[in-house]
């Protein structure tokens, strides 16, 4: 409890750090502003997704486009997305991440404002679904490089979890709101929404987000040192013993006091970064990373599958109308909203009061996550009934957003300098899911002539990300890592 307590003297970590305590006129400290401008940045992602997905759903369905055809033409956005992931990461780091987020947002909605409504132009629609995943593709890693520098070590899990709660909440919104402005007003009108939706949020970013005090806005190692490391070793004092093993003095310039620099290796991995380099190389061969890739491909295969054929699902598989389903259609976002928000705050408890490690309590909440959401898989393409269909995808894409307080948040604690390109790394994966997920899909459904009215090819879409949920919870249980391994 000494180490503790001279660290905490030494670190001020419940003194605030001058950008920690920054705040509005309203007496609002700023990093909470950043928190609720990028929840929505997030929420109005998620209803443009969830918005095209169902109205071009509406076109097709009324052109008779065949099943492949759209899986093909829903896929086309992630093939941008992930085209732009790492250039993402990069440009947040080299410019900022403040920066870049506002111009992806003004182009994506600039764009989805002129994407075509006509059935037969598929080439038009395929390009604008292109342009729309390229200028998203910078936004999550411009998103966390942003968090990184704004949000402290001992808020970081929930944090996190609010803002990509905003997922799920605008996802909810979505497929609540978007089915009877389809039925009321046509596709075009969705698509005209969600572009003032993302251009009036742009205008918020512009007037209210800022760069930390005495930034350019590009996180620097001396920012990192003395936010990330010191005190997030203060999240975990029963470790502090062991953490001073193998220390060594080393002074670091940029902040003016002496640092702590861990001189051994964690889990047989060290990165030793030159000054402004990316050890590119030791991130991608790292098995920590590797581990969040996978679970992030895992995640990102199960709800893009679902977000986009979601819909289909309910239309031609049960022969339920979603305008006839109520407020119960969006529910299971609304349940990925509430169990993103509690894995954070459950995670951050558990390590802050110290009952576990940071690597363990990620592993508990990844495990709890992805087994769970594998029974509700397998059990889904068994219902048969609304409330079955409900309960199902409920349970499933609730059990995810739980796991994702385990390895969502897992780039910031092995690597809180590089958190936008880790995540950049992990989100391109997870973009990779959704072009052979959402592509394969409407292949699978394909292979017998009823299609996808027929519920044995549902079992066997459900049957895939069930098997991946159980195979990343054996991944990240393997190899993850809660410490810090790129300085």
Not at 36 to 54: H, P
Request: charged letters at 15%; glycine letters at 10%.
């Amino acid at each position: 409890m000494l180490i503790v307590d001279h660290q905490v003297a030494k670190c001020g970590i419940l003194e605030q750090s001058p950008r920690q305590q920054q705040s509005l006129p309203g007496g609002i400290p700023q990093r909470y502003v950043i928190l609720i401008l990028t929840f929505l940045c997030t929420c109005v992602c998620y209803i443009e997704r969830v918005g095209f997905s169902i109205a071009y759903t509406a076109v097709a369905d009324s052109a008779g486009v065949a099943d492949s055809t759209k899986g093909h033409l829903l896929s086309a956005f992630y093939y941008g997305y992930a085209s732009s992931q790492v250039p993402g990461g990069w440009a947040a780091q080299r410019f900022g991440g403040r920066r870049v987020l506002l111009v992806s947002f003004i182009l994506w909605s600039v764009t989805s404002a002129l994407t075509p409504t006509q059935a037969e132009d598929i080439t038009g629609v395929i390009i604008a679904r292109l342009l729309v995943g390229v200028a998203q593709g910078f936004i999550f890693p411009s998103i966390h490089t942003v968090l990184a520098q704004w949000v402290p070590p001992h808020e970081r899990s929930r944090s996190v979890s609010l803002t990509t709660s905003g997922m799920y909440f605008g996802a909810a919104f979505g497929m609540l709101c978007m089915p009877n402005l389809v039925a009321k007003k046509g596709p075009r009108a969705v698509f005209l929404a969600e572009s003032l939706m993302g251009l009036a949020w742009a205008l918020l970013w512009l007037r209210y987000a800022s760069d930390p005090p005495g930034s350019d806005g590009k996180a620097t190692l001396g920012e990192v040192a003395s936010t990330a490391f010191e005190q997030a070793k203060l999240l975990l004092p029963m470790q502090n013993v062991g953490l001073e093993k193998g220390l060594e003095e080393k002074p670091v310039v940029d902040i003016g006091i002496t640092k702590k620099v861990d001189q051994d290796t964690v889990g047989g991995e060290k990165a030793k970064v030159r000054a402004g380099g990316i050890p590119w190389k030791k991130i991608l061969v790292s098995r920590p990373v590797q581990a969040i890739v996978f679970n992030n491909f895992t995640f990102d295969y199960t709800l893009y599958v679902l977000m986009n054929w979601l819909p289909t699902y309910f239309d031609q598989g049960l022969r339920i109308t979603l305008s006839s389903m109520g407020s119960s259609k969006g529910l299971p976002y609304f349940l990925m909203f509430i169990m993103s928000n509690l894995g954070g705050i459950v995670a951050d408890y558990l390590i802050t009061r110290s009952i576990f490690s940071v690597t363990t309590t990620r592993k508990l909440l990844n495990t709890l996550g992805f087994i769970t959401a594998a029974v509700g898989l397998k059990l889904m393409s068994r219902m048969k009934t609304t409330f079955g269909a409900i309960f199902c995808s409920s349970l499933v894409l609730g059990a995810c957003s739980l796991a994702r307080a385990g390895f969502a948040v897992n780039h910031m604690d092995i690597a809180p300098r590089y958190a936008g390109i880790v995540m950049g790394v992990s989100n391109t994966a997870g973009t990779v899911a959704g072009v052979v997920g959402v592509a394969a899909t409407g292949q699978i459904l394909e292979a017998s002539v009823a299609g996808s009215a027929d519920l044995n090819n549902w079992a066997v879409v459900f049957s895939i990300p069930a098997f991946l949920s159980v195979l990343s919870a054996v991944v990240f249980c393997s190899f993850a890592s809660g410490e810090r391994i790129f300085d």
